[in-house]
């Protein structure tokens, strides 16, 4: 039972990034996923989920500019980052699984300011 994420790094402000969590299919199959992100001494966020069918939610900091999506062939979801801003620097968490139990170690995305 596993959740991995990739896809972070450094990236320009205006650039984009693809995150990628991989999950296994007790995690993935029918459950809701969704991506949290943690600024330097802040509190874990939300930032996307989607369900099962492929319905989308987002925070307002992110709405139209990121983009959450899932592959129920690959058990994978992923995270589509427009627009960056330095304010989206944190690391990305993926979570999954019934009830969202499960955490994905994270990881780091850079916008220099």
């Known amino acids: 039972v596993q959740l991995v994420e990739s896809g972070g790094g450094l990236v320009q402000p205006g650039g984009s990034l693809r995150l990628s969590c991989a999950a296994s299919g007790s995690i993935f199959s029918g459950n809701r996923m969704a991506w949290y992100r943690q600024a330097s001494g802040k509190q874990r966020e939300l930032v996307a989920t989607?369900?099962?069918?492929?319905?989308?939610n987002y925070a307002d900091s992110v709405k139209g500019r990121f983009t959450i999506s899932r592959d129920n062939a690959k058990n994978t979801v992923y995270l589509q980052m427009n627009s960056l801003k330095p304010e989206d620097t944190a690391v990305y968490y993926c979570?999954?699984?019934?009830?969202?139990?499960?955490w994905g170690q994270g990881t780091q995305v850079t916008v220099p300011s």
């Open positions: 979570r999954g699984g019934f009830n969202l139990y499960y």
């Open positions: 989607i369900s099962s069918s492929g319905s989308a």
